[in-house]
T-cell receptor
């Protein structure tokens, strides 16, 4: 799977929007962009995924650049419960390894 | 509906002993994955089952690790004999089988294994 680059950490205030960036300049045409998060002492949790168009669900929005070389996970109104490590992962729908390739992710800190 | 369940939540064993971890996936999920995070490292994929068949075991570290999924329901991961470097958190995940991999994976809480 192609590599992603994320900031090590970000800090935001409660009830404010959060924009988590991810660079994936070597993305291929068959790579989907997945986001997972891991809250303290829990297993990873699916957040959202997309291919080309922006996606929205109850948890977040995913904005994908037109050239697909970057994407942004948007939490519209952060709560303390959103403090977690967020992973941006590319998954090849055309083959490749079956598992998710977790990097270091972005440690999101939410200030009350 | 119950999520992915892993047992035990914690296990402390001596080097050279055997440990078996169990994962119960969400009912109806044919895909089952094992991952682990060893101290200070990233979460790494170990293997993938579709029903009872091993689809990809490219991440298994060595032959001391044996995963099974008899009957295509729950899965076990046995470490025999355990070594100090096997210490870490072992996660199991499951997802529906749709013919492609871009489906939501549900993870368990993990089993924390400590080898002393």
């Amino acid at each position: 799977d192609a590599k992603t680059t994320q900031p090590n950490s970000m800090e935001s205030n409660e009830e404010e929007p959060v924009h988590l960036p991810c660079n994936h300049s070597t993305i291929s045409g068959t790579d989907y962009i997945h986001w997972y998060r891991q809250l303290p002492s829990q297993g990873p949790e699916y957040v959202i995924h997309g291919l080309t168009s922006n996606v929205n669900n109850r948890m977040a929005s995913l904005a994908i650049a037109e050239d697909r070389k970057s994407s942004t996970l948007i939490l519209h109104r952060a709560t303390l419960r959103d403090a977690a490590v967020y992973y941006c992962i590319l998954r090849d729908s055309g083959g490749g390894a079956d598992g998710l390739t977790f990097g270091k992710g972005t440690h999101l800190i939410i200030q009350p | 509906e119950a999520g992915v369940t892993q047992f035990p939540s914690h296990s402390v064993i001596e080097k050279g002993q055997t440990v078996t971890l169990r994962c119960d996936p969400i009912s109806g999920h044919d895909n089952l994955y094992w991952y682990r995070r060893v101290m200070g490292k990233e979460i790494k994929f170990l293997l993938h089952f579709v029903k009872e068949s091993k689809q990809d075991e490219s991440g298994m570290p060595n032959n001391r690790f044996l995963a099974e999924r008899t009957g295509g329901t729950y899965s076990t991961l046995k470490v025999q004999p355990a070594e100090l470097e096997d210490s870490g958190v072992y996660f199991c995940a499951s997802s529906q089988y749709t013919g492609h991999l871009n489906t939501e994976a549900f993870f368990g809480q993990g089993t924390r294994l400590t080898v002393v």
